[in-house]
C-alpha cells in the first residue's frame, strides 16, 4: 500500500472523482532521488542540496532519479534555474555513443491508469516499458534551440528537446509539457510520474560542472 502526504491524497481523490487535480509546485532536491550508474562507466557525483542540484562529472554518466507522488501526476508546466560552468563540446544528440552533454532533464509520462504503480517503479524499468513516453530536456549538444531530436536510446518512446546548445552561462527555462508531448508524440500526456537528471561525458572525455535550481511543476 502506498502512503501519500494529505496533498497526494487529495490530488488522488480529485482525479478519481473526475474533478482538476491539484497540481505540483517546488520538487525538492533531498533524499527522494536515486542514482542510476551504468556497468563499467564512471559515475557523476551528485550534490543535493534542497533547492540546488550539483552535478560533476569527468569522463563519466548517470542519471539521479526520483519518482513523483500524485499531487505531480496533472503537472503540465515545469520551469528551473540552470547553470554551466565547464561542460562539453557541441556533439550530436541523435548519435548513440556520441551524444555527451552538459545536463539533460528527463520527465517521464505513464498512462492514467498505471500512474500508482509506475511511480514506485525503479527507472531502468520505466525506460524500458513500451507505454512510457519520455520528454528530455537539454543543455548540450550541436543543435538549434528548441529543436526535437529523435532519442538514440528510446526510439519512438523519447523526444530530445534542446533548450540551449553546448555552451556556459545561467539561464531560467520555463516549458509547456502538454505542447512538448502534443508536439512529440501526438494527443495529451498522461501522468507525470517521474524525473531524472543526467549529465554525460565519457564520449568525449570532458569534464561538466553545472547545478539546477528552483525546479517547480505547475
Known amino acids: 500500500m502506498i502512503s501519500f502526504p494529505l496533498v497526494g491524497l487529495l490530488a488522488l481523490a480529485a482525479t478519481l472523482l473526475g474533478g482538476p487535480a491539484a497540481a505540483a509546485g517546488p520538487v525538492p532536491f533531498d533524499q527522494?532521488?536515486?542514482e542510476q550508474r551504468f556497468p563499467r562507466l564512471a559515475a557523476n557525483s551528485y550534490a543535493f542540496r534542497g533547492k540546488t542540484l550539483g552535478l560533476r562529472s569527468e569522463g563519466a554518466v548517470s542519471l539521479a532519479w526520483r519518482g513523483l507522488d500524485?499531487?505531480?501526476?496533472?503537472?503540465?508546466?515545469a520551469e528551473w534555474d540552470w547553470q554551466v560552468d565547464a561542460g562539453t563540446p557541441p556533439t550530436d544528440l541523435t548519435r548513440?555513443?556520441?551524444d555527451d552533454r552538459n545536463i539533460a532533464l528527463y520527465f517521464v509520462f505513464v498512462p492514467r491508469d498505471r500512474a500508482e504503480d509506475a511511480s514506485e517503479s525503479s527507472l531502468r524499468r520505466l525506460l524500458r516499458d513500451r507505454d512510457a513516453r519520455v520528454l528530455v530536456y537539454v543543455w548540450g549538444g550541436a543543435h538549434d534551440r528548441n529543436q526535437m531530436l529523435d532519442s538514440p536510446y528510446l526510439g519512438d518512446?523519447?523526444?530530445t528537446v534542446v533548450l540551449r546548445p553546448s555552451g556556459s552561462g545561467a539561464h531560467r527555462e520555463t516549458v509547456d509539457l502538454a505542447?512538448?508531448?502534443a508536439r512529440a508524440f501526438g494527443g495529451s500526456p498522461g501522468a507525470l510520474v517521474?524525473?531524472?537528471v543526467s549529465g554525460d561525458s565519457d564520449d568525449t572525455d570532458s569534464r561538466i560542472e553545472a547545478r539546477i535550481d528552483?525546479?517547480?511543476l505547475r
Open 70 to 77: 500524485a499531487s505531480f501526476w496533472s503537472a503540465r508546466q
Open 32 to 34: 527522494s532521488w536515486q
Open 157 to 159: 518512446r523519447g523526444k
Open 214 to 216: 528552483n525546479l517547480v
Open 194 to 196: 517521474g524525473l531524472a
Open 179 to 181: 505542447g512538448d508531448y
Open 96 to 98: 548513440k555513443g556520441g
